[in-house]
Every structure is written in C-alpha cells, then in structure tokens.
C-alpha cells in the first residue's frame, strides 16, 4: 500500500546541507544556459559559493541529530562531518579547475561545475543514507557524472578510455550493489537499515537459513563499495584512469568518492549489520573478510607504486594504499567494542588525507604543462632551487602522506592503528607499519628529486595562478593544523557515536 | 586589579609583533623606523611588567595563573597522563624577572639603535633582538618546567644567532694568531656547550616528571604549603576554590598527585617519607631530589656559565657590545639563578646538592675573578667579571640566601649592563679615532680618496685592546664618569647597588657558617671575600688603563664621544648609572648603621617573600662590611699605585708580569688558566677523533656500506622485485602474473590478453567477489560443520 508521506515525515530542515546544494547545482544549471559566453567565468565562482553555502550549513547544524524522508535519510555528527569532508574536496577541486581548464582552453565548458556539483551532493547523500535505496541512489548519482568528468578531456583519447573503462566496470559495480541490496531485502525484508539491523539481530539469533542470503547481500555490497574506494583486488580501474582523467577530476575522485563510498560502507555495516556476529566470533563477520582486503590492499597499493615513474600514476596507487589503511579502520569497527572507535578513525583518516592528497595534487597540476605532460618523477629534479616554496610544500605534503609526526597524515594514521589494535588486529597493524616504511620510499624518492638532484624542473605555469595557490595554501593549512593541533580533529570526531545512534533507534522503536 | 594579571601575554605578544614587523617589513622602515618598532615592543613589555607589578602590590602578593585559552590544552597525552598546558605565571619572582628584562632590555634597545647605526644587517639585529625578548619572557612567566625549557632552549638560539652575528667577518686571533671565523666559532662554542648542561636540564625534568606525574610548578589556586603553615609544618593542600573539601587528614584523605604543582608535592612527599620507584630500583624523595638537583645544577652550569662549563661565555664577546650586556651579562646568563630560585623547595630538601652548587659558584667566582686580572681585552675583563659574579649569585643560591641571588641579580643586571655599554662606546670612540687617524694619513697622501679606510691594513689594529687606550679621561669625561660609578659598583664600594648585594651575600655566607656550624658557610664566604677582593683589583686596573694616563695611541688621542648615535648611548648609560647609585636602597639589611632607621629595610626581601618561601631577609654584619670595603679600597690603591705611572703600551708587559714574584701567576690569569687549552686536549680532540672513527669506520664502512647497502637494500631490493615485478608487470605492463596468473589460471584464454582491457578488470572484479564470499561464507561453513 502506498502511503503518501506527510510534511512532517518528509522533515526538509535537517536534509537541508546536501537539499541546498542540490537546489544550487539545480539553479545553476538554468543560469549557464542562460549566460552569455563571455560570462561564463562567472560559473565556476557561483559553483564555489554554492559549495562553500553548504559548508556553512553543515558546520552550523554539526551536531543536529534527526531523520528526514520518512527515515530515509539521516543527520547526525557522521553525516555533517562527511559532509565537511566532501565539501572542502570539492571546493578545492573547483578552485583547481579553475586553473587547470583555463590553461587547457577548456574555460568555456562551463558545464565542468554543474557535473561536479552533482556528483558532490551524490557523495552528500551516500554519508546521509538510512536506506539501502538512497545508498544505491547516491551511488548512481556520484558515478555518473563522474563517468562524464573522466572524459571531459575529449578529444584527448587517453580521457576518453579512462571514461569508457570507469563506466563499463562502474556499471559492473552497480549490478554488484543491487544484487547485494536484493539479498539483504530477501533476508530482512526491509532495505531500512535500522530495520535490517533488527532483522539481522533476530536471524543471528534464530540461526536460519537466511544468513547465507545476508552474508551473500553483505559480500556483494562489499565489492561494490569496494571498487568504488578501489580496494584490491577491485582497484584495477585505478591507474589507468587516474592517469587519463584531468587532473583535477582525479585528485576530487581520489577524495571524495572515496569519502562518500566509505560514509556508506559504514552505515550499512557499522549501523545496519554490526551484530552480524557468528557462533564462537568476538566480531562481526564482514570484519575479517575486510581485513584480508585491506592487507591485500596496503601491500599492493605500496609496492606497486614503487616502481611507478609517473606522478599521476604514483598517487593513483598510494590512494589504493591509503584506501587499504581506511579499510583497516573499518575492519577494527566490527569489534563491538571498538565500533565507534573505527568509525572516528576512518573519518579522521578521511579529513586529513582530503587536505594532503588535494595539496599534492595541486602541486602535480601547477607542474603539469599545458599538453599534459611533465608528470613524470623526473621532472621533479632540481624543483627546491627553481620553485623553493613549492618545493617546501610538497615536501610537506609528502611527508603527511608517509605519516609523518607533526602532519595531518600521521594523526590520521595514529587513529587508525589505535582502533585496529583495539579491535585487537596486532597483525594487520603491523602489516600496514611494515607497508607505511615501504611507503616513505617512493614518497621520499620525490623529495630527493626535488632537492638532491640537479635538473631544470620544467614547469607548467610560470606564475602560480591566484586560485590554485589559493588552493595550496588551503591544503597546507590544512594538513599543519591538523597535524600541530590533533585535538581539533578528537573534537570534531567526539560526537560521532553511529553505534550509539542505533542502540538509541532500538531503544525507542 | 585581578584582572590586570591578564596582561600578562603582551610581554611576550608585543616583542614578537615587534620581531615580525621588523622581519618582514624592516627594509622598508629604515632605520629610525626598526629602531621604533623594537624599542616600542620592548617599552610595551616593561610598562606591562610595572603594571603587574602595581597588580602584585595592590592584591596582596597572591600569585596567578593566567590561561590563554586556545593554548590551554597544548600537550594533551591521556594515555601518558601528560597534560600541559601553556600558563603564565605572575608573582612576585617572575615580575623581578620581567621588570629586570624589559628594564635593562628596553634601555640597551635605545642604545643599540646608536651602536649598530649604518651596521648593513640593522633590521635583522632587531629581530633577533625582540626575538630573544620573547624567548627571555617565555622562560620566565612560564607556570610549568616544559615552557620554561622552551624558553632556556629559545634564548640559548638567539644567544647562538647574536654571538655569531658578524658571521662573515674574517678575524685575527691575536692569542692563537690565525685568521677565522672566530665569531661563529664563537657562537657555535656557545651553542655546543649549552648543549651539555641543557643534557642535565632535561634530565632533571624527565625525573620530575616521572616523580610528580606534573612540571607545574602550581596548579592555578594553589599557594605554597610551606608559606601558609610556615612554622607548624602542617603539610595540607590549600586551594581558593571554598567547594573543594579541605581534606581532615593528608595520610587519609590524599588528594589525586596531579591535582598539585611539582613543588607541594615535594613537600607533602618530604613529609611523609615517600618513596618513588624507578622500574627496578625504589629510591628515598629526598635522593631523588638531589638527583634533580644535581642535573638541574648541570644546567645551570651551561646558561650561567659556571665551572666546568663557563668557558662559552668570554669567547660570547664576539657578539655586539648590546648582546654582550643585555644577553651576557644582565639577562640570559642569569636564567640559571631564577631557575635555582624557583625550584628552591627542591634544593632545600637536598642539601647535599646545594652545597655543591655552593662550592662550584664560590670556585667560580674566584676562578673568573683571577683571570679577569691578566686580560687586555676590555671586554674579556668584564666577561670574566660577569663568569665571577654569576658565581656569587649561584653561591649565594647554594646557601640558601634566595633573597640575597635574585638581589645581586638585580643588582648585577644595571650595573654590569652598565659597564659592557660603558665598554662599548668607549670600544666606539677608539674606533673612531683610529678611522680618523687613518683618513688623515690618507689625505695626506691622496687628498681627493674618500674617508674609506684600508682595506688591507698591515697591522690589525684592535679597538678592545686597553693597551691601545689610556688617557680617554679627557675627551670622554661624561662616559668616565658612569663608567667608574658602574666599577666602583662591581667593587662594591658604599652606597652603591653592587655593595649591598655583595655584601649580604658575604654575610649570609658567614652567618651560614657561624649560625648552622655549617663549613660549606665558611668556604663560600673565604673563597667569595678573596674573590670580592680581586675585583676591586680588576675594576681598578681596567679604569686606570682605559681612561687615565697618557694616551698611548693616536687612535686613543682622537678618541671622542661626539660622533654620530653616540649620544644616545651615553644618555643611556646616565640611566643606567641613576638605576646603580639608587637600586641598593630597596634591599638594605635590617640593623646597617643608621641607614635601616632612614630607609625601610629589606623591601626587596619581603616582596620575594611571598613567592620564594624559603627566602629571609637579612641581618647587616657590620664587621663584614667594613672588612669588605676596605679591602675592595685598598685593592684599587694598589691598582693604582701598579698601573697609573708605568708604561703599558702594546707589545710591553703588564707591571705584574715584569716582576718576577708576580709573573706566574699573571701568566697563568693571562692564559685563562689554560681551561680552554685543558678542553681543548682531553674533550675536544679525543671527541673528534671518535667522532671521525664513527663516521669513517661504523657509519661509513660497516653500517653504510654493509649493513644498509649489502643488507638492507639489496634484501629490500629483493622483496621489492619480488612483490613488484610479478604484481606490476602482470597488471600493467601486459604479462599477466602475481594475481594476474590467478585469473589465467581460471579464465584460461581470456589471461592471455594484454591487460589494459575492460574485460580482464571486469574478470578481477568478478575473482574479488568469489573471494570476499568465500571469504565470508567460510566460517559459517565450519560452524556448521562443527555442528
């Protein structure tokens, strides 16, 4: 029976964050078309404002607890906190673009801000979902402008591979994730994550045949998602179109799809299926099964970026590492104890690693020139003579990326072994210890190019354009604070307390 | 008025926006601008410190912690139950300190804007000057060890930075007759040597750490037990907050140990005859604070150049007459004696620990005052002086006469500043002259050749010799006479500031001996007398050689006080010469003479009171003080019956060298009792020497070479390939291995293809899910089967 849902239920005020960037991506749309081809500088700037308006929103309401969409959609801390994290991806990455399509003679296609603004409120909606139905949604409406991002350097063929193969193989993805929703819908028959979390509690108990069907619903969901944050053995889209896509369409993928793909994984697992705890284990089950993933994930995303010679290519494979060091967060998060522990992990890892990996890739972009070469290491050689500060930065960003003591990166990286030796993963940890040292290598090897090798640094721009230095100042900033004063990061994440949030909704129902 | 306290940040504040205008803006500004922004930074910290100073009298000495709110959690450690927070502390003893920083500070910032005028680095000079003002402030209004170790560390670099500041000025040694670097050699001397005593500083603070689980000196609220129930020794936590329940019985009712500052700790641990355990070994508080004691003494050592460590501070000269006396001389050298004074609790509970800072200062003000004899440096002279005198502040520190160290301190820090800046404008004047001297030749020559002096002189010639002075009397009479009220101060001759600091310490020493039947009393006071006694005789010799007689170059002839910036140094001086006559009178000792009946006595002892509890005021022994004048009376008679009619140009000898009774001893002051050559020999040598078998042979040839290049890079090269090649190659670069075989293996044909295609990502994907779900299914499996 179909109930039509009242005002009240529907509750706009608390979606209102993601609801106003939707309207402004929305709004927009109907102001490009309109816009004289000579204004179309005006684009990219009200993008931004739209962008930065959401901010504001999320941080005022950061602590707002309520359900909107008839309990489809939720707002708590987790929410606005993923919701921070994408929205300063995103504004960064607008200011890159900025730079990055001017000098590619791309200036005019304005409609680069309105396929980056929807794929930004995708990733809103994916930290917001309280249905397996918006997960999927959010997915979809993540994917596929970025699919269309990816190529958008047509007719360059390289973009256009990189698009094709990231929409085959995201499509695969999808397939995976409907399927999987389908199982859980079959076992539980609710896609309410509560309400599967109460069906789950009552299969475990009873021991029916249905925890076959959940356990299949939950691996499916993990490959999805999985691909989506490119964990191995799922990241083999990675290299390749990282390397193909524009630069600054990677470094907001790097970012922020992985923000938005594992805001959702941790919903579901974390608030919908934290009690799926077999006979005799101490932990959930799917929490194993990530922790062979992301060992998998740590040891080949940094070995295998090693041997990479070019810079794009590099990040492409640390950001598979790194996604491997979240995945350990989210592993821990299956120790009941731990839950909420792993769960602030992973946002703090998420938030330090935006600020770093956006600086880096900046760095990357101001370098690049204009045919979209010099992204080879070697034209790093001799950078700290020609371009002292941001060779300095990058240096920076490359030792948060290594987790280095007083960076962003090495307070991301405390939080995640803490909770994954609470969660008592004293062998993953070490795991990912051993794999961070190999790390250092290849992000040192950049910082001894810049500053031990003689060379001509060939770069891209001569002077640095005022938003892409803008963007750098903001990354580093971002990385320093955070890195100088870890506090800032305890606090914010203090009231993350999803565990707690679905004890609270089984106390009241 | 409690809430003036809260000015407290401006004394570090207004110094640092001082120091970042200048840095980034100071070659704008020009002179006279830099000269305003440091001065002004360094009066805004002064008028802060008097007004704290009005805050302190006007509520009743009670000490506070100031907060500064984003920096109250700084370090925040839950699992090491490490908190500190960064608090400023305002009592009575950090308001001496700030007044006597910012005091002195703000005066040689006047000067130094004559001294380094047409200097090519003026705007950097300033920086580091505000610089050090800030470091200096943050050492001294920290309420815990950890800022105050900030502090020590910040103006320990700044010291290193200025001593070095004419780093690229290639000098001639007279001594060792090399030309170097001596400047930085200098600062980096400086630098390495503080080294060693900050080795015991934070040894000292890992161990009170470790003991008190705090480096609060007190917690906001808290007062010194010892200064509440002074006579019964009832040991209590006492708190201002009322809600806090006062605890009935300590041994019943103990509050939590981090609710209490490091030093009521101790006194709570001393009275219950606590223990604290080190891992294996349990140890009695008292030995542990001696323990303390002695590494912190070892600090102290380093910064306020005692024995064996002093041996930075004369070769320190080669900085800038300002750095020498702001820095050297009244400021940072006497961090060392605030740090004594604060942790007195410790030092009183080990007694063995302060009589050997006893003994090393009283040895050190004899070792300095001695080789200050044989110097023709005018400024070594009074380096050494300052090494001699710092060791009657900490000896004083040593006999627990707190009141007596931070009076001399005081005292010290107007009248040796006094005389270092004296020291620089005549250093000045004799420049002048020569360049004057030299222009002259030179017009003779060629008259239209610019006043430029030679660049290649044959014969350095050196303006801080006092052989090349002599009769500067005469054309500097305003400087001559400052100059001798700041000696005759040093000397310790009636009413000056140097007489009555000296002299309570003198005194103490005795009373120490004669009331406590205590030998360290008696030996501190015979070493501390002979050693008062020498620098009378070194003052007086100094004054004669430099501004009496005949002029013995014609450098020191045309030498004069008129010149350009010169003003304003000796308008300096003038203060600093008011502030040497009239300072004494705030701390006369109770009983002297007539005067106590004139003047209140031991204001200056009541007022510390109320921070260092274990501070007195002290009694006048009016024999001493006859005895101690005299002396100093008839050691500058004879100074001036040895050097006032003898020829003593360069190249000739000083009378005491010429005879023969003398001439062992002079050679030896003269040598600086080979100290440095001993250094040199037995830690120096030896250390390079090791420092060149580490590097050649363990670092280079076995660590390097074997260990990193033969096992660690070539097994990690292995593992590298092995993980690598296989996983990379297979995936990217088109031969399908590593993981790429595991999907041959299973897809047969569709392996084959180059990677790169859709088709074999899709086929990873697909291998991924039948992973995680076996994965998955797994222990379900063995459930049931164990079922």
């Known amino acids: ?509 | 008025m409690e809430n003036l306290a809260q000015l407290v940040p401006l004394v570090i504040i207004a110094p640092l926006i001082g120091m970042l205008i200048n840095l980034f803006l100071g070659k704008y500004l020009g002179e006279r601008g830099v000269g305003m922004v440091a001065i002004g930074a360094a009066l805004i910290a002064f008028v802060v410190a008097v007004l704290l100073l009005v805050q302190q009298t006007a509520t009743g000495y009670a000490p506070v912690v100031v907060e500064i709110p984003f920096f109250s959690r700084w370090i925040d450690v839950p699992a090491a139950a490490l908190y500190i927070g960064w608090q400023f502390r305002v009592d009575t003893l950090s308001v001496t300190m700030m007044l006597v920083v910012a005091g002195v500070g703000s005066l040689i910032h006047f000067y130094a804007t004559g001294y380094m005028h047409g200097d090519s680095m003026y705007p950097r000079f300033f920086v580091y000057l505000n610089m050090f003002l800030v470091f200096m402030m943050l050492l001294v209004t920290g309420n815990n060890f950890l800022v105050l170790f900030i502090g020590w560390e910040g103006v320990g670099f700044c010291s290193y930075i200025l001593i070095s500041f004419w780093w690229d000025r290639a000098q001639k040694d007279k001594q060792f007759g090399t030309v170097g670097w001596k400047n930085s050699l200098a600062g980096r001397k400086a630098f390495i040597v503080n080294r060693v005593g900050d080795f015991g500083l934070l040894i000292a603070l890992f161990l009170t750490f470790w003991t008190f689980g705090t480096l609060d000196f007190y917690k906001p609220g808290e007062v010194p037990i010892q200064s509440v129930h002074e006579q019964t020794r009832v040991i209590e936590v006492v708190r201002t907050d009322e809600t806090a329940p006062a605890p009935a019985s300590p041994a019943l009712d103990e509050p939590h140990p981090a609710a209490m500052g490091v030093f009521n700790q101790a006194e709570q641990m001393m009275a219950e005859g606590a223990t604290v355990s080190f891992g294996s070994i349990t140890m009695p508080i008292q030995t542990v604070l001696t323990l303390i004691a002695l590494f912190m003494l070892l600090g102290v050592t380093g910064k306020s150049a005692q024995i064996p460590l002093f041996v930075w501070l004369p070769d320190a000269m080669a900085g800038p007459t300002p750095v020498s006396a702001l820095i050297h001389a009244a400021t940072m050298v006497t961090a060392g004696v605030y740090l004594i004074v604060r942790s007195q609790v410790f030092y009183h509970y080990a007694p063995f620990a302060s009589g050997v800072v006893t003994l090393v200062g009283a040895v050190t003000a004899l070792v300095g005052g001695f080789i200050a004899l044989g110097q023709w440096d005018i400024k070594k002279v009074l380096a050494y002086s300052t090494v001699s005198q710092l060791g009657f502040m900490v000896a004083a520190a040593g006999i627990g006469a707190y009141t007596a160290a931070m009076f001399h301190l005081a005292a010290h820090a107007l009248f040796k500043a006094l005389l270092f800046l004296g020291s620089g404008v005549v250093i000045h004047a004799v420049e002048h002259g020569y360049h004057h001297v030299q222009h002259l030749k030179e017009g003779e020559h060629h008259a239209e050749h610019g006043g430029d002096a030679p660049e290649d002189e044959e014969e350095p010639f050196d303006p801080q010799d006092m052989r090349n002075m002599g009769g500067l009397k005469a054309s500097m009479r305003r400087t001559y006479w400052f100059y001798l009220i700041g000696a005759l101060a040093l000397a310790g001759i009636f009413p000056l500031a140097g007489f009555w600091s000296k002299d309570e310490i003198l005194a103490e020493g005795l009373m120490r001996g004669f009331v406590e039947g205590d030998l360290v009393g008696y030996i501190a006071f015979g070493l501390l007398f002979i050693s008062a006694l020498l620098t009378a005789f070194y003052m007086g010799r100094q004054v004669i050689l430099v501004f009496h007689g005949q002029p013995r170059t014609e450098a020191a002839r045309y030498a004069g006080e008129r010149a350009y910036g010169m003003r304003v140094m000796v308008n300096v001086l003038a203060v600093l010469a008011v502030g040497t006559v009239v300072f004494g009178f705030i701390n006369v000792a109770s009983g002297f003479w007539v005067v106590d009946r004139i003047i209140r006595p031991h204001v200056f002892a009541d007022w510390l009171q109320h921070t260092v509890v274990y501070a007195h005021p002290a009694n006048a022994l009016m024999g001493v003080a006859i005895l101690a004048v005299a002396g100093a009376v008839i050691m500058i008679l004879a100074a001036r019956s040895i050097y006032l009619h003898r020829p003593v140009v360069e190249g000739d000898k000083d009378p005491l060298q010429v005879n023969p009774q003398t001439e062992g001893l002079f050679a030896l002051a003269n040598a600086r009792m080979f100290w440095d050559e001993i250094y040199d020999k037995y830690i120096v040598v030896p250390f390079t020497r090791a420092g060149h078998w580490l590097a050649d042979r363990l670092d280079s040839a076995f660590l390097h070479d074997f260990v990193h290049d033969v096992l660690l890079v070539k097994t990690f090269n292995g593992v590298a390939r092995l993980l690598g090649r296989p996983v990379d190659l297979g995936i990217i670069d088109g031969a399908v291995n590593g993981l790429g075989r595991l999907a041959q293996a299973i897809a047969g044909p569709l392996g084959r293809l180059q990677t790169g295609y859709v088709r074999v990502y899709a086929l990873s994907v697909f291998i991924g899910a039948l992973l995680v779900i076996v994965l998955l299914l797994l222990p379900l499996l063995q459930v049931m089967g164990g079922n």
């Open chain 1, 1 to 509: 029976m179909i109930q039509m849902p009242t005002l009240e239920s529907l509750n706009f005020g608390v979606a209102f964050p993601a609801l106003s960037l939707v309207i402004g991506a929305v709004l927009l749309l109907v102001v490009d078309v309109f816009l004289p081809e000579r204004r179309k500088g005006l684009v990219p700037w009200l993008a931004l404002l739209g962008v930065l308006v959401s901010l504001a929103v999320s941080m005022i309401n950061y602590n707002e607890v309520g359900e909107a969409f008839s309990g489809m959609f939720i707002a708590d801390p987790f929410t606005s906190l993923v919701n921070i994290i994408v929205l300063i991806s995103a504004a960064l990455s607008i200011l890159l673009a900025m730079d990055y399509l001017r000098r590619t003679e791309m200036e005019h296609r304005s409609d680069y801000y309105l396929l980056l603004l929807f794929t930004t409120s995708g990733m809103l909606f994916m930290g917001a979902a309280n249905d397996l139905i918006v997960v999927f949604v959010a997915l979809e409406l993540l994917s596929i402008p970025l699919y269309v991002l990816s190529g958008f350097r047509r007719p360059n063929l390289k973009s256009e591979e990189a698009a094709l193969k990231y929409f085959l193989l995201g499509a695969f993805a999808s397939g995976f994730l409907v399927f999987g929703i389908a199982m859980i819908y079959g076992a539980t028959g609710t896609t309410n994550l509560p309400g599967v979390w109460a069906g789950t509690a009552a299969i475990v108990e009873s021991a029916s045949p249905s925890l076959y069907l959940l356990l299949l619903g939950v691996g499916l969901i993990v490959v999805s998602l999985g691909f989506k944050v490119a964990a191995v053995p799922f990241h083999m889209w990675t290299p390749d179109v990282y390397e193909g896509a524009p630069t600054p369409v990677t470094a907001f993928m790097s970012v922020g799809t992985k923000a938005g793909s594992f805001a959702a994984l941790l919903r579901i697992l974390v608030v919908g299926l934290p009690t799926l705890i077999l006979t005799g284990a101490t932990s959930a089950a799917w929490a194993n099964t990530l922790a062979i993933l992301a060992a998998l994930t740590m040891i080949l995303g940094n070995f295998v970026a090693l041997r990479q010679m070019n810079i794009k290519r590099m990040l492409a494979y640390s950001s598979i590492a790194h996604a491997g060091y979240i995945l350990m967060a989210v592993a821990a998060a299956g120790d009941p104890a731990v839950g909420n522990q792993g769960v602030q992990a992973a946002l703090i890892y998420l938030l330090t690693y935006a600020f770093t990996n956006l600086g880096a890739f900046a760095i990357v972009i101001a370098l690049e020139r204009n045919d979209g070469t010099g992204g080879q290491l070697d034209d790093f050689r001799g950078l700290a003579s020609q371009r002292p500060v941001l060779a300095l930065l990058m240096t920076f960003f490359m030792l948060s990326l290594t987790g280095i003591p007083l960076t962003a990166g090495f307070i991301g990286k405390w939080y995640v072994f803490l909770s994954a030796i609470n969660a008592g993963l004293v062998l993953l940890a070490v795991i990912g210890a051993v794999t961070s040292v190999v790390a250092a290598f290849y992000y040192i090897r950049i910082i001894v190019r810049m500053y031990l090798q003689e060379g001509d640094a060939n770069i891209g721009t001569s002077r640095l354009s005022y938003t892409l230095g803008a963007a750098i100042l903001v990354a580093g900033l971002g990385t320093l604070i955070f890195g100088v004063l870890p506090f800032l990061v305890a606090d914010l994440t203090q009231g993350v307390q999803i565990v707690r949030t679905i004890a609270q909704i089984a106390g009241g129902g």
